[in-house]
C-alpha cells in the first residue's frame, strides 16, 4: 500500500476543458464552478478549468474562478498550447491569457507527432521543438507549474520513435513537470500503451502522464497499465464525458487504483463520496446517468434473485469485486420471475420491513411476482409497484381513493388538429369527484385528470410530478393487440419512484403505473389510507 | 494477418443467455429469434440461445429455433450446469433438457473457486470434479461439442492456483472442447488477466476461452489482452448487455480483432454490418443506444468543428483510429453536417430509383431526413416510410384516401371493463366513409377503422396484416409530453415492412405509422393512387 500524497501520484481532471468536447454537452460559467467544488469534494489533486485564450467563457470561469472558488485541496489548472510558429511566447496572446489565469499550474499541448507537425500545424520539426522549449521556459520563469499534453504521442510514436522521446526530453528539460502522453485519437490497446510508456520512461527518464480516449474501449484500462508501467499522473474526465466516445472515465479510474492497485490516490474516507459526486455532476450536465457504469452505477452491484441470492445474502463478497459500500454504492437485489423468499425478504430490508417472521406471506408474495412477470410485469425496473404490492400483501391493501371509471378521448379534427382529454370519476373520504382535463397525449390527460380529483382531498399531490414515461411492447407478433408494459417515473422534488402497469391496452396500462405512482406518493407523504376505499 | 477461420478462434456471443441478465432487459421468444438472426448476419461463430433447464421461454426457444432459424454459418449453443451432486448425469433433468435441445453446442457452467464449492455448492471439491467430469463425458457421448465456463476463475485461482488448474485439466481430460475463464465478478485488470491466462495455458495445455464483465470498466480491454496472452475462444454480449455493469461489449471486442490485431474474426466483409446489427439489436431490446459506443455510436467519428475541421477534412486518417466506413460508420462534422445524398441516391438504387438526374430532390431529401431525425424520426428503422418520402419528392405525392378526421376513445367502465372504440372518416374514389371499429387497445382499433373505411375502395387491403408495434419515448424528462416515435411492422403475407410516425401524442403517432404501412401496402398491390386525394 503506497502513501496518499496527491503530489507524487497525480488525478488530473479534465471534465471542464476536453469533457465538454462531449456532443450535447454545454455548461454555463456557473454550471463549471459547481463542477469544479463536486471535484473537489471528492480530492482530485488538479482541476483543468478550460482554455482561457479560446474562448471568453473559460476566460471569464478563471477570472471568477479566483474569487468564488474557494478549492480545499484541489490546485486548478489552465489549458494552453504552445507559441504559434511566428511568435515569440511572450509576445503570443494565448500564451498571455495563460499567464494571467492567475492558476498555479498551466497545462501546454505540443505536437509530438511529426506527420502533425508537418502537415496540419506546416512548420519544421525543429521549430515545433524550440516552439515548445521556448514557452515552457517562459511560463516557468513567470512561476507557473508546467504540464505539458503530448499530443498524439502514441500514434506518432509508432511513426518516428526518436522525434516522439525528443518531443519529451525537449519538453522536460525545459523545466515541464510532467510530461502527459496522450492518445487523442483513442485507438490503443493496453499491450501498445503498457510497452511505449516503459520504452519512454527508459529512454527519457522524465516524469509522465497518460491522457486516454476510449474509441477502442480501452481508456480506463489503458489508463491502469500506463500506471504499473510507470506514469504517475493520469488525466480523464467525470463519467467519462468527451469527444466522440469520451475520455477515460476518471471516476473508473480513481476507483480502480484505490481498489485494485492499492494506490490511495483521494483524501482518506473520499472515495465514498464517488457515486455522489458522479451523479450530481451527471445533474448539472444534464446527463442521464448510465446506471450500468462501473462502481458509482445504480445497477453495478444488483444482482439478480433466483438461486445464488441465498448465497449473496451470505457472503457478499463472493458475489461483487468490492464491497459497494466503499464507492458510496449499494447492493441491490432485483426481484423478477427468479425471486425466491430470501431476495424478496432481503428487498423488504431495503424497504425498512422485517419480513423474517412472514414465511406465509413470503410464499404468497413469490407466487404472486412469478404469475404478474410470466404476463409482462417486470418489477425490477418498478421498485414502487412492488414495495405497494409487498406491503399490500403483508399488512393488507392501503387505498386512498375508489375508482369508479375513467375515459379518454384522442381525436384527430377535421382542421388537423389532435386533441386530448380525459374524464377520472372516483370516491375518496365520502365525496365523488369528476375531473376532466385535456394534455398533450392521452396519458398527459389522464394523468391530470386523476391528480385534479384527488387535489380536494389530497393537496400535497400538488408537489408530485411524472417525470419520465416509458413504453415496451411485449410478444410484438400478434400485432397491436400485443400486451404493453408502461414505465412510470414520478418525482416529489426529494426522491424518484417507478411504477408500472401492464395490459393489452396502453391506456389501462399507463393507468395502473398512474395509479400506483400517485399511492406510493400519498404514503411517502405520511397520508392516511381512506378506510371506504375498495 | 492470420486467416479468417471461425473454428481456430471463436466468437461467442452469449447475448441471449448473460445479456438478458441486463436489468431491465427483457426478450420474448420471438425477440430472441430475431436477435440470433442478425448475430448471424453479423458472422459471429456461435450464438447461445439459452439455459432450456432453466425456465420454459428458453426451452421453448431452443424447439422453436430447430425450424424457425435458418442459421447461414452461426451454430447455435445451449446453456446449462454440471450435473447436481446428488444425481447421475443421465438422470439429471437439467442436463437432459441441454440433450435434448438440439444444438450442436452444450456450454456448461462450472465452480471453479473452491469458496463457491464449499460455500455455495456445499459440496466437497473432488465431487465438483466428478461433476464436471461425468457431465462433459455424457454430453460428449451423446455427440455434443462441449465448452466449459469455469465460473469465478479469475478470483478462484488468486486463493488457490492448483485448484483452478485442476478443473481445467479435468474438464479437457473429460472432453471439453474449450474451458473458458470467466471473470465472473468482472473485478479484475488487464494485467492480472494476461498473467493467468498465460500460466494456465502454460501448466494446463488446453483450449481456453475469456468471459469478462465490465465491472472495473475493462471488459474489453481484458477480452484483447486475453487473446494476445493465448486465448482462442472470446464470449461476450451485444453492445456490453449484461448483468451489473455488463457483460464484455462483443461488437468492441470483435471491433478491436480485426481492426488492431489483424486477426479476422469474421467472414470478409461482415464487420461493414457492425453498426446496422448494433442498432438493429438495440431497437429489439427496446435500449436507447449509446452514442458514444466505441466504433458503432453515433459520436464515434463525430468531430467537433473549430480549428481542426479542414485537416480533419483533407487527412481524415490523423484524427480518426481508424477509417468508419470499415464498421459501417461515418465520420461526422458536428458544424457543418457533411450531408449524405451520395447515400440516398444509393438508397433510391436499391428501390429500384435511378436518382442520378435528380440532383435538386436529393437536395431536397436530404434537408427533409435532416430535420425530420432531428425531431424524432429514425428512418433507419422504417425503410418504407422512407421509400414513401422519397417518392414523394421525387415525383410527387401519391394518395389513396383524404382524411377528413379520426377519433379513439378507451374507458374504464364501472363494471371495470376496459373498452376501446375508434372512428375514422374519410374520402376515397369519391366516396365518403365513416368506419367505427372496436380493439383490444386504442391502435388496434384505430388500425381496424382505418381499413374498413377503405375495404370497399381497395378490397386488396384484405391481406395486409399489422404485425409488429413498437413505441419508444424520446427525450423522456419531460414526463408523458415527452415525443413519441411509434414503429409499425405489416405484411402482405409475402413481404414485411417497417412505417414510422412521431408525436408528442401516442396515438397520432401511430396514426401516421399506420397510414403510411396501409400506403405502402396499397403501393405494392400497383393500386393506382386516388387523383382527388389530398
Same mark, same amino acid.
Given at each position: ?41 471528492? $480530492? ?11 474562448? &471568453? ?19 486548478? #489548472? ?64 513567470? $512561476? ?21 522521446? =525528443? ?37 527519457? $527518464? ?87 457504469? &462501473? ?46 423468499? #430470501? ?29 404478474? =412477470? ?18 399490500? =400483501? ?8 375508489? +375508482? ?9 379534427? &377535421? ?6 382529454? #380525459?374524464?377520472?370519476?372516483? =370516491? ?30 389530497? &393537496? ?5 410530478? +411524472? ?33 408500472? $402497469? ?33
Amino acid at each position: 500500500m503506497r502513501p496518499y500524497d496527491p503530489e507524487s501520484l497525480h488525478i488530473y481532471d479534465t471534465t471542464l476543458r476536453d469533457g465538454t468536447q462531449q456532443e450535447g454537452l454545454s455548461l454555463s460559467v456557473a454550471d463549471k464552478l459547481a463542477v469544479a467544488r463536486h471535484l473537489d469534494d471528492l $480530492g482530485v489533486g488538479f482541476i483543468e478549468g478550460g482554455w482561457p485564450g479560446s474562448n &471568453p467563457k473559460d476566460a471569464e470561469f478563471f477570472r471568477r474562478a479566483q474569487t468564488e472558488l474557494n478549492l480545499r485541496g484541489a490546485k486548478l #489548472a489552465a489549458f494552453g498550447s504552445t507559441r504559434r510558429a511566428s511568435k515569440t511566447a511572450a509576445d503570443d496572446p494565448q500564451v498571455a491569457a495563460l499567464r494571467e489565469a492567475g492558476t498555479p499550474v498551466v497545462c501546454l499541448v505540443a505536437k509530438s507527432d511529426r506527420r502533425h507537425v508537418e502537415r496540419a500545424l506546416r512548420t519544421t520539426l525543429a521549430e515545433n521543438l524550440a516552439m515548445i522549449r521556448d514557452t515552457v521556459e517562459h511560463l516557468r520563469a513567470e $512561476g507557473k507549474r508546467v504540464f505539458v499534453d503530448a499530443e498524439h504521442f502514441f500514434d506518432g510514436y509508432r511513426v518516428d520513435e526518436a522525434y516522439g522521446l =525528443e518531443v519529451v526530453r525537449t519538453a522536460a528539460e525545459a523545466g515541464a513537470e510532467v510530461v502527459v502522453l496522450c492518445d487523442t485519437n483513442g485507438g490503443m490497446l493496453p499491450t501498445q500503451i503498457g510497452d511505449t510508456v516503459r520504452a519512454v520512461l527508459d529512454a527519457s $527518464g522524465a516524469r509522465l502522464g497518460i491522457h486516454c480516449h476510449d474509441d477502442s474501449g480501452c481508456a480506463v484500462a489503458n489508463s491502469l497499465v500506463a500506471v504499473q508501467a510507470g506514469v504517475t499522473h493520469v488525466q480523464g474526465a467525470a463519467n467519462g464525458y468527451g469527444e466522440r466516445c469520451g475520455n477515460a472515465n476518471l471516476f473508473t479510474v480513481v476507483a480502480g487504483l484505490e481498489t485494485k492497485l492499492a494506490t490511495p490516490v483521494l483524501p482518506a474516507g473520499r472515495l465514498r463520496e464517488l457515486v455522489r459526486v458522479s451523479h450530481a455532476i451527471d445533474e448539472l450536465t444534464n446527463s442521464a446517468p448510465d446506471t450500468h457504469r &462501473p462502481y458509482v452505477g445504480a445497477s453495478a452491484f444488483a444482482h439478480k434473485g433466483g438461486l445464488h441470492a441465498s448465497a449473496v445474502k451470505i457472503d457478499p463478497d463472493m458475489y461483487q469485486h468490492i464491497d459497494p459500500a466503499v464507492v458510496g454504492n449499494d447492493m441491490r437485489m432485483l426481484v423478477s420471475e427468479l425471486a425466491g423468499r #430470501a431476495t424478496i425478504e432481503l428487498k423488504g430490508r431495503e424497504f425498512g420491513l422485517d419480513l423474517s417472521d412472514e414465511k406465509e406471506a413470503l410464499g404468497r408474495i413469490v407466487e404472486l411476482v412469478k404469475e404478474r =412477470e410470466a404476463s409482462g410485469f417486470a418489477y425490477e425496473a418498478a421498485e414502487a409497484s412492488f414495495e405497494l404490492l409487498l406491503r399490500d =400483501e403483508v399488512y393488507g391493501p392501503e387505498r386512498y381513493f375508489t +375508482l369508479d371509471s375513467w375515459r379518454v378521448i384522442v381525436e384527430q379534427r &377535421p382542421d388537423g388538429e389532435v386533441v386530448s382529454e #380525459a374524464t377520472v370519476k372516483l =370516491e375518496t373520504r365520502g365525496e365523488r369527484h369528476v375531473s376532466t382535463a385535456e394534455g398533450n397525449g392521452p396519458v398527459n390527460a389522464l394523468d391530470k385528470a386523476l391528480r385534479e380529483a384527488l387535489a380536494k382531498a389530497y &393537496p400535497g399531490l400538488k408537489a408530485v410530478d +411524472l417525470t419520465d414515461f416509458k413504453v415496451r411492447i411485449l410478444d410484438g407478433q400478434e400485432g397491436s393487440g400485443a400486451i404493453t408494459r408502461v414505465l412510470v417515473e414520478t418525482t416529489d422534488g426529494q426522491t424518484r419512484w417507478d411504477t408500472i $402497469g401492464v395490459d393489452e391496452n396502453i391506456i389501462a396500462a399507463s393507468w395502473q403505473a398512474l395509479q400506483d405512482a400517485v399511492t406510493y406518493g400519498l404514503r411517502r407523504q405520511n397520508e392516511v389510507p381512506d378506510p371506504d376505499a375498495v
